[in-house]
């Protein structure tokens, strides 16, 4: 069997709220996710269900550290470099830039930091990959203007993009607008600043602020496109197909109701208009969102270049009530798959599942896909030389990387590159653990904020070396 092309965009990814830290240093801004905490009640500000518009003393906040990649930057790339990435996902914090979000001029060392880092990468042949918006909203856009659900956002939001696609022209070349966008109606704080009253209606509030990234996500495609044609604009899925729990025809319509709220979002990026299902749903429920008459021929005009999502598992879905009632808690629920394993925190573990998610993506829209999550996060305990032998994370990676390969040489699924999830170890953004790592690279840091934050080389640091040397041939 052929392998992988020759020019396939090997990395890892991560988002800047969960690893850079120094949230209040070289002039930068407040952010939503900042305000997450670890615990019990993270859920609930995540959701929007529970305000927290300041830091407390009742919690402990861990995005205001992260693994202090903003200092160590320089390392932390080398240590990338060494593995040999030809990419590395990242995104910008937009309150670095813009520290409240409507101010008139950037900030300019939220800048320089940004192009230092990916001067940084190119030293190392590292092609950056860039998230205009990581689950990362300036806090003052929220508390002025109530976060996405406001139509002012999208200006705002074009404002930011321009000075990231001409400050940075030259040395970015490959931008994601959002991040998991389908995230928002499941965790509207975090997607899109957006927490709720009691009397809201919750859905189509979200509806309302989905249609708004929308159309700033073509908006700014346009945008990129003007000020450099070789740009190349992707869109980001929380993917993963959803099965059904049982061949009743029920069921099945249930799992293909469940996919359509996700596969939404990428019909409009990269159709350009709101599918039949999606008007009709929305009309019938009375929450279509409010348009203005140039937005459906932007969302048309301006399709995303290229598809790119994360995966880490599969989903299941069922008609049954009483079953539907069993899901486990994550941000994302979904019910037990009799027949799979999951990992330490429940996610079910199904490289089949991804070679079947990267062919619906590839049969729906016959665009270019990108890879840019996936990964098992995991209890990691040292050993008494301080190593972590992480082979239950090789294998994980391995089954997925097989199933990669199939969809791409026995299918035809076109695949620009492959970015794993948290090459270091960083905070989680469902539960914002440091414990539930995903990374090459251990850091020194507890659930607590305890640490020196040294960084590590675990078991699967040279085994991914390996499978970028050799193309994906050595697994
Ligand atoms: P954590 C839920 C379901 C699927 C993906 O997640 C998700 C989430 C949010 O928890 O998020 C993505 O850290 C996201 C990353 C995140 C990663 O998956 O909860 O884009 O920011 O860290 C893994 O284990």
Not at 52 to 67: N, R, S, T
Not at 374 to 390: H, I, Q, R
Not at 434 to 457: E, P, W
């Amino acid at each position: 069997m052929m392998g992988f092309p020759e020019k396939f965009l090997w990395g890892g990814a991560t988002a800047a709220n969960q690893c850079e830290g120094a949230w209040n240093v070289d002039g930068r801004g407040l952010a939503n996710v900042d305000l997450a905490p670890t615990g019990k009640d993270r859920r609930a500000v995540l959701t929007g269900e529970q305000k927290m518009l300041d830091f407390d003393e009742a919690h402990y906040y861990p995005a205001k550290e992260g693994i202090d990649m903003y200092h160590r930057y320089k390392e932390d790339i080398r240590l990338f470099g060494e593995m040999g990435f030809k990419v590395y996902r990242m995104s910008i914090a937009w309150t670095r830039i813009f520290p409240r979000g409507d101010e008139e001029e950037p900030n300019e060392q939220g800048l320089e930091f940004y192009e230092n880092l990916f001067s940084e990468c190119h030293k190392y042949g590292i092609e950056p990959l860039v998230t205009i918006s990581h689950f990362d909203c300036p806090m003052h856009l929220v508390n002025t203007y109530g976060g996405w659900k406001n139509r002012q956002m999208i200006s705002f939001f074009e404002k930011y993009s321009r000075v990231l696609f001409e400050r940075f022209n030259g040395l970015v070349k490959y931008w994601l607008t959002f991040n998991e966008i389908n995230m928002i109606l499941h965790a509207p704080f975090m997607g899109a600043g957006v927490y709720f009253e009691p009397e809201d209606d919750q859905e189509k509030i979200k509806y309302q602020a989905a249609h708004h990234e929308l159309v700033a996500s073509a908006l700014v495609t346009k945008l990129a496109h003007e000020i450099n044609p070789e740009y190349q604009i992707g869109c980001m899925l929380a993917g993963g197909d959803t099965y059904p729990m049982t061949c009743d025809p029920k069921d099945v319509w249930q799992a293909k109701i469940e996919d359509r709220s996700n596969y939404f979002f990428t019909d409009v990026h990269v159709r350009g208009y709101y599918p039949a299902y999606a008007v009709k749903e929305l009309e019938r429920k009375g929450i279509f969102p409010e348009t203005q008459p140039e937005d459906m021929e932007l969302l048309n005009k301006y399709p995303v270049d290229f598809i790119s999502f994360s995966y880490y598992a599969s989903r299941c879905a069922s008609a049954d009530p009483e079953i539907s009632k069993l899901t486990d808690g994550n941000v994302l629920a979904s019910l037990k798959n009799p027949y799979l394993k999951a990992s330490e925190w429940g996610w079910q573990i199904d490289p089949l599942g991804f070679r079947i998610t990267l062919n619906t993506l590839y049969d729906r829209y016959q665009k270019p896909l990108f890879v840019v999550e996936n990964g098992l996060g995991a209890l990691d305990v040292p050993d008494e030389k301080g190593c972590v032998m992480d082979d239950y994370r090789i294998d994980y990676l391995r089954a997925h990387i097989q199933a990669m390969k199939e969809a791409v040489v026995l299918d035809g699924v076109d695949l620009l590159g492959y970015t794993t999830w948290g090459p270091i170890d960083l905070v989680s953004a469902g539960t914002g653990e440091m414990s539930k790592r995903y990374g090459f690279i251990y850091v020194d840091r507890d659930d607590q904020g305890n640490g020196t934050l040294n960084r590590s080389k675990k078991k699967s640091f040279d085994w991914y070396k390996k499978v970028i040397a050799s193309n994906g041939e050595d697994l």
